[in-house]
Protein backbone atom coordinates (compact mmCIF):
# COMPACT_ATOMS: atom_id res chain seq x y z
CA UNK A 1 0.00 0.00 0.00
CA UNK A 2 1.24 3.53 -1.10
CA UNK A 3 1.23 5.99 0.96
CA UNK A 4 0.83 9.67 -0.21
CA UNK A 5 1.44 12.59 1.60
CA UNK A 6 0.37 16.39 0.54
CA UNK A 7 1.53 19.52 1.14
CA UNK A 8 -0.02 22.69 -0.28
CA UNK A 9 1.99 25.53 -1.45
CA UNK A 10 0.37 28.86 -0.14
CA UNK A 11 1.16 32.64 -0.41
CA UNK A 12 3.55 34.20 1.59
CA UNK A 13 1.67 37.65 2.48
CA UNK A 14 4.47 39.25 0.54
CA UNK A 15 4.27 37.52 -2.58
CA UNK A 16 0.76 37.77 -2.40
CA UNK A 17 0.90 41.31 -1.94
CA UNK A 18 3.29 41.30 -5.12
CA UNK A 19 0.42 39.99 -6.80
CA UNK A 20 -2.36 42.04 -6.22
CA UNK A 21 -0.17 44.93 -7.25
CA UNK A 22 0.93 43.24 -10.50
CA UNK A 23 -2.62 42.13 -11.31
CA UNK A 24 -3.53 46.00 -11.00
CA UNK A 25 -1.02 47.28 -13.10
CA UNK A 26 -1.14 44.50 -15.66
CA UNK A 27 -5.32 45.72 -15.45
CA UNK A 28 -4.21 49.11 -16.53
CA UNK A 29 -2.00 47.70 -19.41
CA UNK A 30 -4.69 46.28 -20.32
CA UNK A 31 -6.45 48.80 -20.31
CA UNK A 32 -4.32 51.36 -22.02
CA UNK A 33 -3.69 48.76 -24.62
CA UNK A 34 -7.19 48.64 -25.65
CA UNK A 35 -8.07 52.20 -25.38
CA UNK A 36 -5.06 52.83 -27.29
CA UNK A 37 -6.19 50.19 -30.14
CA UNK A 38 -9.28 51.95 -30.06
CA UNK A 39 -8.30 55.61 -31.14
CA UNK A 40 -5.79 54.03 -33.37
CA UNK A 41 -6.66 52.60 -37.07
CA UNK A 42 -7.04 49.11 -37.65
CA UNK A 43 -4.14 48.13 -39.88
CA UNK A 44 -1.89 51.63 -38.75
CA UNK A 45 1.57 50.71 -36.43
CA UNK A 46 0.22 51.97 -33.50
CA UNK A 47 -3.08 49.70 -33.67
CA UNK A 48 -0.52 46.74 -33.73
CA UNK A 49 1.93 48.23 -31.13
CA UNK A 50 -0.82 48.21 -28.68
CA UNK A 51 -2.14 44.75 -29.75
CA UNK A 52 1.62 43.18 -29.32
CA UNK A 53 1.81 44.95 -26.04
CA UNK A 54 -1.59 43.83 -25.31
CA UNK A 55 -0.31 40.32 -26.35
CA UNK A 56 3.15 40.55 -24.22
CA UNK A 57 0.89 41.45 -21.66
CA UNK A 58 -2.08 38.72 -21.33
CA UNK A 59 0.96 35.94 -22.32
CA UNK A 60 2.62 36.69 -18.77
CA UNK A 61 -0.25 36.70 -16.74
CA UNK A 62 -1.27 33.60 -18.11
CA UNK A 63 2.33 32.05 -18.24
CA UNK A 64 2.64 32.93 -14.80
CA UNK A 65 -0.49 31.39 -13.04
CA UNK A 66 -0.46 28.01 -15.39
CA UNK A 67 2.74 27.30 -13.73
CA UNK A 68 2.28 28.15 -9.98
CA UNK A 69 2.64 25.55 -7.53
CA UNK A 70 -0.15 24.20 -5.87
CA UNK A 71 0.97 21.54 -3.67
CA UNK A 72 3.73 18.78 -3.31
CA UNK A 73 2.95 15.68 -3.00
CA UNK A 74 5.04 12.08 -1.22
CA UNK A 75 4.67 8.49 -2.11
CA UNK A 76 6.35 5.53 -2.59
CA UNK A 77 7.78 6.25 -5.72
CA UNK A 78 7.72 9.98 -6.70
CA UNK A 79 8.08 13.41 -5.54
CA UNK A 80 5.77 15.70 -7.44
CA UNK A 81 5.16 19.51 -7.56
CA UNK A 82 1.79 19.86 -8.78
CA UNK A 83 1.20 23.28 -10.73
CA UNK A 84 -1.91 24.80 -11.65
CA UNK A 85 -1.37 22.86 -15.14
CA UNK A 86 0.94 20.13 -15.42
CA UNK A 87 2.82 18.24 -13.12
CA UNK A 88 6.94 17.88 -12.30
CA UNK A 89 7.27 14.60 -11.08
CA UNK A 90 11.02 13.62 -9.55
CA UNK A 91 11.44 9.96 -9.24
CA UNK A 92 12.63 9.41 -5.69
CA UNK A 93 15.61 6.87 -6.85
CA UNK A 94 17.07 9.79 -8.80
CA UNK A 95 17.10 12.18 -5.55
CA UNK A 96 20.55 12.52 -4.61
CA UNK A 97 20.19 15.39 -1.50
CA UNK A 98 17.53 17.43 -0.29
CA UNK A 99 18.62 20.54 1.72
CA UNK A 100 16.91 24.00 2.68
CA UNK A 101 17.36 27.23 1.19
CA UNK A 102 17.20 30.48 2.61
CA UNK A 103 16.76 33.48 -0.24
CA UNK A 104 15.89 32.92 -4.38
CA UNK A 105 15.13 37.09 -4.71
CA UNK A 106 18.95 37.84 -5.59
CA UNK A 107 19.63 34.76 -7.68
CA UNK A 108 19.57 35.44 -11.49
CA UNK A 109 16.78 34.44 -13.25
CA UNK A 110 17.55 32.91 -17.06
CA UNK A 111 14.19 32.34 -17.98
CA UNK A 112 11.51 33.05 -15.44
CA UNK A 113 9.29 35.09 -13.39
CA UNK A 114 9.37 37.24 -10.02
CA UNK A 115 7.30 38.45 -7.83
CA UNK A 116 4.26 37.82 -9.71
CA UNK A 117 2.31 34.76 -8.44
CA UNK A 118 5.47 33.31 -7.29
CA UNK A 119 9.31 32.75 -8.43
CA UNK A 120 8.61 30.32 -11.47
CA UNK A 121 11.28 29.46 -14.19
CA UNK A 122 14.78 28.45 -15.01
CA UNK A 123 17.22 30.09 -12.29
CA UNK A 124 21.04 30.41 -11.34
CA UNK A 125 22.72 31.05 -8.26
CA UNK A 126 26.59 30.13 -7.71
CA UNK A 127 26.34 28.01 -5.32
CA UNK A 128 23.29 25.69 -6.92
CA UNK A 129 24.65 26.64 -10.59
CA UNK A 130 21.40 26.36 -12.76
CA UNK A 131 17.67 25.61 -10.85
CA UNK A 132 14.04 25.12 -11.90
CA UNK A 133 11.86 27.01 -9.67
CA UNK A 134 8.46 26.88 -8.24
CA UNK A 135 8.10 29.01 -5.37
CA UNK A 136 5.35 30.89 -3.23
CA UNK A 137 7.10 31.47 -0.07
CA UNK A 138 10.44 32.34 0.11
CA UNK A 139 10.83 31.44 3.60
CA UNK A 140 9.51 27.41 3.06
CA UNK A 141 11.83 26.54 0.08
CA UNK A 142 13.36 23.24 -0.16
CA UNK A 143 16.10 22.15 -3.19
CA UNK A 144 15.86 18.93 -4.26
CA UNK A 145 19.18 17.71 -6.26
CA UNK A 146 18.81 14.84 -8.59
CA UNK A 147 21.48 12.88 -10.97
CA UNK A 148 20.51 15.58 -13.90
CA UNK A 149 18.14 18.51 -12.56
CA UNK A 150 17.74 20.84 -9.57
CA UNK A 151 14.36 21.43 -8.55
CA UNK A 152 13.49 25.02 -5.60
CA UNK A 153 9.87 24.75 -5.11
CA UNK A 154 8.68 26.34 -1.50
CA UNK A 155 5.27 24.47 0.75
CA UNK A 156 4.20 24.48 4.41
CA UNK A 157 5.69 21.88 6.41
CA UNK A 158 8.83 21.71 4.39
CA UNK A 159 11.07 20.44 7.17
CA UNK A 160 8.16 17.20 7.64
CA UNK A 161 8.76 17.01 4.28
CA UNK A 162 12.92 17.38 4.24
CA UNK A 163 13.22 14.49 6.66
CA UNK A 164 10.83 12.48 4.62
CA UNK A 165 12.11 12.73 1.94
CA UNK A 166 16.20 12.10 3.61
CA UNK A 167 14.08 8.65 5.11
CA UNK A 168 13.53 7.70 1.64
CA UNK A 169 16.53 8.48 0.01
CA UNK A 170 18.93 7.25 2.58
Known amino acids: MMDTYTFRSPYSKFM ?5 VG ?16 RSGVG ?6 YLLVFVACVSVVLYAFCIQIRKVTLNDVNLVIHRQMG ?24 WGISFFFGHYGLFYNRKLGRYKAYVKDGD ?24 LLQQRIA
Open 44 to 49: TGRFYT
Open 87 to 110: KVRIPLNSITRVEIKDDIAFDLRL
Open 16 to 20: LGSTI
Open 23 to 38: MVLMHGAFMACMGGMA
Open 140 to 163: QMLVVHTENRIYVFSCERRDELMT
